[in-house]
């Protein structure tokens, strides 16, 4: 072997092992920060799911601590304890209780007496009455923390919320203890792990005294909840460390000795800290196996050079053809493996050489654009890929170019559209990325879309769905349902529709609209006056007919129809459907028009309950108003009265049997809450000759209650001045107050509605956002990473509008200074990794605005903050960023300045030529969503400045 290839091999040799020990090194710390990453996410995200679960729980309080008829029947039961009051209680309680779970509920006094629960009876805990002062000074539903009783002899904790006397807000009534079974509701939340695993468990602990109290059931040691202690002392002990303060991923030995690491974290608003554990064994087991392999792939690596160092003298030429030979056969076979997969994926893939030139079609692409792998192989991509902006219909910049030019990837804007070989639009949405040799050159490009029909139909759906809900609450059922056709008409490229209401008998055609003219039957009229309709009330699906031709009453044709039923318990409640849409309807036009009916039906049938109830009550008005009103005198000399017939109608009593005595009729007539007030009415008669109208209960002979209105007409005195005859009216108004209540049930129940719809959709946010952020934890591509942590970070910002309007006494708007405020700390957490040389400052003027201003608002700060971070101050550069959140003096414009005092842009950078796709979305919501001004300098630093107008109109509606 000639020295030549000795000192080649020991080359080798030497950077083979300095690159095995670094590979080495690097892959141990990137198993063992992938298994920490993935303990925090999961301690993140089941501390994510117990906050949620209590902030339900607490809702819960809340909407039976603003129950009236709770409220009335605690009062009464207290008042009188009869079994007829308590009887009351229960009937409202059990449902309560069995439909959210309680293990049990238990009613107590003012005075912390303790009266009754469902179920049994608990005896309180020593600390039961602190808290139940605390939720009468606060006025809050109050936590009572886990504990165990001999009467409740299993984990459990209690939500005390207090009721207070609707006159008298500020005086309680009383409390109710809703018991909640910990095993039954907590637990389950706590000991699922959403990977397999035979050590992985998650503890729920809280500090007592000098010791660390195990909250739920272990894995591996059973009847421990609320029983198990370990000292502090044990600092190896991941569960003290974390009641200590200690926040992060921690190594120690857990309640067994078990060497485990451990993700450790407290509870937000409680005393409660999680620990999400695994044996160290289990989390490094895979680490173990690779840390072999890599040993043996290294030394088998020295001695594979070493046997070619001594054989390349004598077969240096046939192992170089051979080497060729297999190079290219595993070529072969990667290139088809790789071929395989893209057609075998599930978004459309088309690369192309470095002209644009198409060279691979996957089948999904060929679906979606037309055109097949032959037909589309050697044509331009721009033949093949037609895409236009669906707001402007213009056609798209075409991306491979773009990526051939700046050589990184892009993604395709929002709104994209693509055209098919047959002219059909179908909204597309991903990315394109460039194909690189070795020496960095571009060779091609690659473009992965898919099909969002379905993502944007949903979309539209959902927000038509809350548009109507609002829509509704200003507007009658004639132009709800008009609203409701319209949208269908303009989401299918229908001229015309009908709704159908179908329910309870009312076989009605409610509204049939000719678009773009006047309606053809603008009243409502018998289904039988056209007959295909009764076509989907009897079978009870979707109908779509294309090229037909049926008259309509006025005399034009229908030459298309879809219809699309509304059921429930089997019964057809309601048609929507659509004609004579020029290219004919699609099975997709019918699945829409029946999803949208199916999803609207509770919003049309509630305002359909709204209306009868106004015209019910209207009609008795006017009933009222023309019948007949009894009349009396009252001898006041005599203590006797005189009635007219539909005063005994009124009463109920036999006119033959009444004697008139006023004293007699009090005691058996007038409701004993009532008494009272009407003989101080009657002596304030007598004593200040003033007669003022009333209102009382009336027991008829048979039990049944009626309230009445009674108003005094004339007075007559003696010569003296001392009254002597009053005469007066009584009217029963007992319909009247029940129609009262029921409106104003059917209106709390509706913004219990829209406070739940806002709170739901903060927390599917939440729980896609601690998803999305699982999921970037094991992408290999850090592009990809990345873009998922900026759709994160949007997602949160949406969220945080929903969790304010939640919290907010308005459900319309919100405050804007407290909103920026929390989305600034938000996104500093987001990126707490740069921030340790950033400093984030913001101040503001408080200012109200709608959910419509503040969601493209957050997501525009959230996209010019999210760029300070990452580009102004580079390689560690101190520096801060200062938003600043103004209003005009008559409050007509809103004012927000984003400034940064980093590296600013480059030289000759201009915001309407140069931006990227993020700068583009900026710019585009604050101009065309907001109708705002945005302007941008760059002097030391980049400045922003945003003037909008504040359009909020939300006013008190809903509070």
């Known amino acids: 072997m000639n020295s030549r290839i000795k000192l080649i091999m020991f080359i080798i040799i030497l950077v083979l092992s300095a690159g095995g020990i670094r590979f080495f090194i690097d892959q141990q710390a990137s198993f063992r920060k992938n298994v920490e990453d993935r303990l925090m996410d999961i301690a993140h995200l089941k501390a994510a799911q117990i906050v949620i679960w209590r902030e339900y729980r607490m809702a819960e309080g809340v909407t039976l601590m603003n129950r009236t008829d709770l409220i009335e029947a605690v009062g009464d039961y207290f008042r009188k304890q009869t079994p007829k009051n308590k009887k009351n209680i229960l009937r409202i309680l059990t449902p309560v209780k069995e439909r959210y779970q309680f293990a049990d509920i238990i009613v107590a006094s003012p005075d912390k007496q303790i009266y009754f629960g469902i179920d049994s009876l608990e005896k309180p805990h020593n600390r039961f009455y602190e808290r139940m002062n605390e939720t009468f000074d606060t006025h809050t539903p109050l936590w009572f923390d886990l504990h165990i009783e001999h009467t409740n002899p299993f984990p459990h904790f209690s939500l005390i919320t207090p009721l207070f006397l609707q006159d008298s807000p500020s005086i309680p009534l009383g409390a109710l203890v809703m018991v909640i079974d910990a095993k039954q509701h907590l637990f389950p939340l706590i000991q699922t792990w959403p990977e397999k695993s035979r050590t992985a468990e998650t503890l729920l602990v809280r500090r007592e005294g000098e010791n660390v109290l195990f909250l739920n059931e272990l894995r591996h040691r059973k009847g421990t909840a609320l029983k198990l202690k370990l000292p502090l002392d044990r600092t190896e002990l991941p569960a003290a460390m974390a009641v200590s303060g200690k926040y992060g991923v921690v190594r120690g030995k857990d309640y067994r000795g078990i060497d485990v690491v451990a993700a450790v974290m407290p509870i937000p608003d409680s005393a409660w800290f999680i620990v999400a554990k695994m044996d160290a064994d289990e989390a490094f087991k895979d680490w173990r196996f690779r840390s072999i392999m890599i040993v043996v792939l290294i030394t088998g690596a020295f001695v594979f050079i070493l046997g070619i160092g001594f054989a390349v003298n004598q077969r240096n030429n046939k192992l170089y053809f051979k080497a060729l030979y297999f190079s290219e056969a595993a070529l072969r076979e990667s290139v088809e493996?790789?071929?395989?997969?893209?057609?075998?994926?599930?978004?459309?893939?088309?690369?192309?050489?470095?002209?644009?030139?198409?060279?691979?079609?996957?089948?999904?692409?060929?679906?979606?654009?037309?055109?097949?792998?032959?037909?589309?192989?050697?044509?331009?991509?721009?033949?093949?890929?037609?895409?236009?902006?669906?707001?402007?219909?213009?056609?798209?910049?075409?991306?491979?170019?773009?990526?051939?030019?700046?050589?990184?990837?892009?993604?395709?804007?929002?709104?994209?559209?693509?055209?098919?070989?047959?002219?059909?639009?179908?909204?597309?949405?991903?990315?394109?990325?460039?194909?690189?040799?070795?020496?960095?050159?571009?060779?091609?490009?690659?473009?992965?879309?898919?099909?969002?029909?379905?993502?944007?139909?949903?979309?539209?759906?959902?927000?038509?769905?809350?548009?109507?809900?609002?829509?509704?609450?200003?507007?009658?059922?004639?132009?709800?349902?008009?609203?409701?056709?319209?949208?269908?008409?303009?989401?299918?490229?229908?001229?015309?529709?009908?709704?159908?209401?179908?329910?309870?008998?009312?076989?009605?055609?409610?509204?049939?609209?000719?678009?773009?003219?006047?309606?053809?039957?603008?009243?409502?009229?018998?289904?039988?006056?056209?007959?295909?309709?009764?076509?989907?009330?009897?079978?009870?699906?979707?109908?779509?007919?294309?090229?037909?031709?049926?008259?309509?009453?006025?005399?034009?044709?229908?030459?298309?129809?879809?219809?699309?039923?509304?059921?429930?318990?089997?019964?057809?409640?309601?048609?929507?459907?659509?004609?004579?849409?020029?290219?004919?309807?699609?099975?997709?036009?019918?699945?829409?028009?029946?999803?949208?009916?199916?999803?609207?039906?509770?919003?049309?049938?509630?305002?359909?309950?709204?209306?009868?109830?106004?015209?019910?009550?209207e009609a008795l008005k006017k009933a009222q108003r023309l019948s007949h009103v009894g009349n009396w005198i009252w001898d006041i000399m005599e203590n006797s009265v005189t009635w007219s017939d539909e005063m005994f109608r009124i009463f109920g009593y036999d006119k033959n049997d009444f004697k008139g005595d006023l004293n007699k009729i009090i005691e058996t007539a007038i409701h004993p809450d009532d008494r009272g007030k009407v003989m101080q009415s009657n002596q304030t008669v007598i004593q200040d000759k003033n007669a003022v109208p009333l209102e009382y209960r009336v027991i008829r002979p048979d039990g049944?209650?009626?309230?009445?209105?009674?108003?005094?007409?004339?007075?007559?005195?003696?010569?003296?001045?001392?009254?002597?005859?009053?005469?007066?009216?009584?009217?029963?108004?007992?319909?009247?107050?029940?129609?009262?209540?029921?409106?104003?049930?059917?209106?709390?129940?509706?913004?219990?509605?829209?406070?739940?719809?806002?709170?739901?959709?903060?927390?599917?946010?939440?729980i896609i956002s601690s998803m999305l952020r699982l999921k970037s934890r094991v992408m290999p591509d850090e592009n990809l990473r990345t873009m998922v942590a900026d759709i994160e970070n949007k997602i949160q910002s949406m969220a945080l509008v929903h969790k304010k309007l939640y919290e907010s006494q308005n459900l319309d708007s919100l405050d804007l200074k407290s909103y920026l405020k929390d989305l600034v700390t938000l996104i500093g957490k987001s990126y707490i990794h740069r921030l340790s040389n950033i400093g984030l400052e913001f101040e503001g003027e408080q200012v109200v605005v709608s959910i419509d201003t503040a969601t493209p608002l957050g997501i525009v700060i959230n996209e010019l903050?999210?760029?300070?971070?990452?580009?102004?101050?580079?390689?560690?550069?101190?520096?801060?960023?200062?938003?600043?959140?103004?209003?005009?003096?008559?409050?007509?414009?809103?004012?927000?300045?984003?400034?940064?005092?980093?590296?600013?842009?480059?030289?000759?950078?201009?915001?309407?030529?140069?931006?990227?796709?993020?700068?583009?979305?900026?710019?585009d919501l604050v101009r065309n969503q907001l109708a705002g001004e945005i302007k941008c300098r760059s002097s030391k630093g980049v400045h922003w400045r945003i003037v909008i107008k504040n359009s909020d109109e939300s006013g008190d509606s809903h509070q």
């Open 865 to 923: 903050m999210t760029n300070a971070i990452k580009h102004a101050f580079p390689e560690g550069r101190k520096g801060r960023i200062w938003i600043k959140l103004a209003k005009t003096a008559g409050e007509e414009t809103i004012t927000i300045d984003i400034n940064d005092n980093g590296i600013g842009f480059p030289k000759g950078f201009n915001i309407e030529k140069n931006s990227n796709l993020g700068l583009d979305t900026v710019i």
């Open 704 to 766: 049944t209650i009626r309230t009445v209105w009674a108003e005094a007409g004339e007075l007559i005195c003696d010569k003296t001045g001392n009254p002597i005859r009053l005469t007066g009216i009584v009217q029963d108004i007992t319909q009247r107050k029940n129609d009262e209540m029921r409106i104003q049930n059917a209106l709390d129940e509706k913004e219990v509605l829209i406070r739940e719809l806002y709170h739901r959709t903060k927390n599917n946010m939440q």
């Open 337 to 617: 493996k790789y071929a395989v997969t893209l057609r075998a994926v599930g978004d459309a893939v088309i690369s192309t050489d470095d002209r644009g030139y198409i060279e691979f079609v996957n089948p999904v692409a060929e679906t979606l654009t037309g055109w097949s792998h032959a037909e589309a192989s050697g044509k331009p991509l721009t033949k093949i890929f037609h895409i236009i902006n669906e707001d402007t219909r213009k056609h798209a910049p075409d991306p491979v170019r773009k990526i051939i030019k700046d050589g990184r990837s892009i993604g395709l804007a929002n709104h994209t559209l693509l055209i098919d070989r047959q002219g059909r639009e179908i909204p597309i949405a991903d990315s394109g990325a460039p194909i690189k040799d070795d020496m960095g050159r571009v060779t091609g490009v690659v473009l992965v879309f898919r099909d969002q029909t379905v993502e944007r139909r949903t979309e539209r759906i959902t927000a038509l769905r809350f548009q109507l809900m609002e829509y509704a609450s200003e507007h009658s059922l004639d132009e709800l349902i008009q609203k409701l056709l319209g949208e269908l008409a303009a989401l299918t490229g229908s001229p015309a529709g009908f709704y159908l209401l179908n329910q309870q008998g009312d076989r009605l055609i409610r509204k049939c609209i000719w678009f773009g003219g006047s309606d053809w039957m603008s009243e409502p009229a018998p289904v039988e006056t056209w007959e295909p309709w009764l076509v989907c009330l009897h079978d009870k699906t979707t109908v779509i007919e294309n090229d037909i031709l049926e008259p309509l009453p006025d005399g034009r044709n229908i030459s298309g129809k879809v219809m699309a039923p509304v059921l429930r318990d089997n019964i057809v409640t309601a048609v929507a459907g659509l004609f004579n849409k020029p290219e004919g309807y699609s099975n997709a036009d019918g699945e829409m028009v029946s999803e949208i009916a199916d999803l609207t039906w509770e919003i049309i049938s509630q305002k359909k309950t709204e209306e009868t109830l106004r015209i019910n009550e």
